[in-house]
């Protein structure tokens, strides 16, 4: 039996916008992704967040479920859209009410409540004056921040600034494949900084404000980068991919300074960045959190665009997202950035797979790809605790099956089945199987 230290926070995962639906109900305001949604041709069959897993009317039937399974914590995210329409100004009193009640809710289960500030869903009202590509946007993620510490800070202790800022820039300003849908390098690569420059000032608004021993960090999608061959060329286009993917955001934060082999590469198109910005950006954090789902591997492509990488497809296994399941890539990220930045506090915030799930006439579900999944990164996990990791606990993505960005309702990750006919949740084999390793504290190796 493989036992994980104690007191450590098996949780599940989700995001405002990819469960709640209602995304306009009781005066709540436009989000760039019901926008791009209502975009067509942006979202697989044209499905939108309208309505998603109905969590923002069923909400106290989820926190029964979490309860059912035995959960010690739950990451969730704040539409910032709800809580104030125009992304500034004029508070939606009824929006911030629905978060009062999830959070007490959570609280009388006995569920830890971490609370992700910004997924994704930016006030379109915002978009309309730049988004993340304008630097005022960084004072008004900080205003957002410190209306949430103010209100939810006596209850909640567990703080995330943002989630997966390469991810809002990459996916959102330079492939055009994510809300707001731009395709501008130089848009791109501001709001990088921009959304740095937004989780240290928030950070900062955090360390002002009269949250009791709260603790605040920033969760980052990481993905080690593997070279396709030895060659020198291979290698130095996993050095080039892992400064992208990775050190473009991991080394501001914890070294306040963007690696230099990606200022001379993107040159002109660098954004300027002040000292005073890098050391804002820099500001200490409590802990990490981590997304991780796969690896990369690489070979060099000359001429491919800036960084002249291309990926290698792998034999392995793949999920339903064509993501390789590569479970020792967790063990050697963790080990790596344990290594590396200073062994902070790490948390796992996201980790789980798609597949294509079949709601059997039986009623169950036989997810038995996703439980083998789930079981041998839990092992790579517990083999970096050993090593001296500072895990302290893992968020399985996702808590139900939702709305997956492009992908709509195609792609299923929930531990617990959702049928969108019905509403209905049907916990899945792997959900049942994940009260067991929470309720053991371990798994058998
Ligand atoms: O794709 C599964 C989940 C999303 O549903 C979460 O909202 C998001 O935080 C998240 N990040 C990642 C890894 C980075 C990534 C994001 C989007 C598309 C491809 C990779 C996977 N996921």
């Known amino acids: 039996m ?4 104690e007191g450590f926070l098996w949780g599940c995962a989700t995001a405002a916008y990819q469960i709640e639906g209602s995304p306009l109900a009781d005066g709540a305001g436009p989000s760039i992704w019901h926008r791009f949604s209502h ?4 979202v697989e069959r044209g499905d939108t967040g309208d309505v998603a897993c109905d969590h923002y009317r069923r ?4 926190v029964a479920l979490m309860r059912e399974l035995g959960l010690k914590a739950y990451r969730f995210s704040v539409a910032w859209p709800r809580v104030l329409p125009d992304g500034r100004g004029a508070v939606n009193e009824t929006g911030l009410a629905f978060y009062h009640r999830l959070v007490d809710a959570l609280l009388e289960a006995g569920i830890v409540p971490f609370i992700t500030l910004y997924h994704w869903d930016l006030p379109g009202a915002l978009q309309d004056l730049g988004g993340w590509a304008n630097r005022d946007v960084a004072g008004w993620f900080a205003d957002y921040a410190a209306l949430l510490f103010d209100r939810l800070g006596d209850r909640v202790r567990h703080w995330i600034t943002l989630n997966e800022p390469w991810c809002v820039a990459h996916l959102g300003y330079i492939a055009g494949v994510h809300a707001p849908g731009m395709r501008d390098l130089w848009a791109g690569l501001r709001a990088v900084h921009h959304l740095l420059l937004a989780h240290g000032r928030a950070v900062q608004a955090f360390r002002a404000s009269n949250v009791k021993k709260g603790r605040i960090g920033i969760t980052l999608n990481l993905a080690p980068q593997y070279p396709a061959s030895r060659s020198e060329a291979d290698l130095a286009a996993a050095q080039r991919a892992d400064a992208y993917h990775n050190r473009l955001v991991l080394d501001p934060i914890f070294s306040g300074r963007y ?6 590469r993107f040159n002109d198109a660098w954004p300027d960045a002040p000292q005073a910005d890098l050391e804002t950006i820099a500001t200490p954090i409590d802990f990490l959190g981590i997304n991780y789902y796969s690896r990369g591997v690489v070979a060099h492509a000359p001429g491919a665009g800036f960084l002249e990488t291309r990926s290698v497809a ?18 050697e990220l963790l080990v790596r950035i344990h290594g590396e930045y200073g062994g902070p506090t790490l948390y796992i915030t996201e980790n789980g797979a798609a597949f294509d ?11 038995t790809d996703r439980l083998d999944y789930l079981r041998r990164h839990f092992l790579q996990a517990h083999r970096a605790i050993e090593a001296g990791v500072r895990l302290q ?5 996702s808590l139900m099956d939702n709305f997956e960005w492009a992908h709509g309702y195609s792609k299923r990750f929930g531990i617990v089945y959702v049928d969108y006919e019905t ?6 084999q792997s959900g049942h199987w994940y009260r067991e390793i929470i309720a053991r504290n371990g798994l058998e190796n």
């Open 2 to 5: 493989l036992r994980f230290p």
């Open 39 to 42: 975009t067509p041709g942006n």
């Open 59 to 62: 909400w106290r039937d989820d």
């Open 259 to 264: 690696p230099e082999l990606l200022v001379r």
């Open 314 to 331: 792998q034999p392995g296994p793949h999920t339903a997202m064509g993501w390789e399941i590569y479970p020792e890539g967790l063990f």
């Open 357 to 367: 799930d079949r709601l059997e006439p039986s009623g169950g579900v036989h997810d």
């Open 393 to 397: 606990g893992y968020f399985v993505w």
């Open 423 to 428: 509403q209905r949740r049907v916990i899945k």
